[in-house]
């Protein structure tokens, strides 16, 4: 008998679901730890008073606080020096209590965010930016911190039963936060992906988005991947929060991915929704990356 497969109600993968088991998972490896006389600790620090990234941070601190770490929450005027902002960072680095540190990024103009990484003790560097990491995520090295919202991405599928082996996978965005490691990760051995980065300067994005099997959208882009860009029976991936207004709304916005799901979800096999798919798993992987600092700390 054909298989006939249904195009028009593609499977939801609902980040929220699998990012609340992954923290489960962090609770009982959290009373662990305790029991070994360890807390996990984490210092996120907020430069500036950008109004998206002080909603990450106020979430990633309350996830700590919830899961029982020593949690740290450092706000910073717009107006830090860059010298003071590395002070910070030095105390972090020396503090015992805190096993891991995050800068959320992008910081104000004025700091040069490279300097900022690089100053950050790269055995407390839970977004895994530092070269250090970055040297053994490429070198496939498991002590590695890996990025958090590609590292959510890859449990999503993983924990979905998507099999990457094999398959084309486009990454849209190069970006060092999701692109760069998001490609590592799916070409690693064991995930066995055959990987596209592709990028503003792409010549015909759109036909080289159609090859994918696995699509991943990072740029940034309100609703900028339409259905023609999409395989049918692709499995799309939207890292993309974006708020854009939206006069139906009491609050006059609403959030959107870089996929225009309306019309993208029809054509594929699975989809991440806008909010509720990578976000959850970003913040699910931090918590699980301070634990991996917090053991390695021993
Ligand atoms: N800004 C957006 N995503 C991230 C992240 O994963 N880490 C940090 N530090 N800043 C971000």
Sequence with gaps: MRSIRRMNQPRILDGKAVAATVLEECRTET????????TPGLAVVLVGSDPASAV??????RTCADLGFHSVKIEL????TQEELLKVVADLNADPAVHGILVQSPPPKHIDEETVIRAINPQKDVDGFHPENVAKLVLEDSSAFVPCTPAGCMKLLEISGIDTRGAEAVIIGRSMIVGKPMAML????????????AHSR???L??????????IAAVGRPEMVKADWVKPGAVVIDVGINRIPDATRKSG???TGDIDYAEVAPRCAAITPVPGGVGPMTIAMLMKNTIKAARQSI
């Design 31 to 38: 009373a662990a730890l305790k029991q070994k006389g360890i």
């Design 56 to 61: 990450y941070v106020g979430s990633k601190a």
């Design 77 to 80: 005027p717009e107006d830090t």
């Design 186 to 197: 799916l070409v690693a051995k064991g995930s066995d992906a055959t990987v596209t980065i």
């Design 202 to 204: 792409t010549k015909d």
């Design 206 to 215: 759109a036909a080289v988005c159609r090859r994918a099997d696995i699509l």
């Design 253 to 255: 916005s609403r959030l």
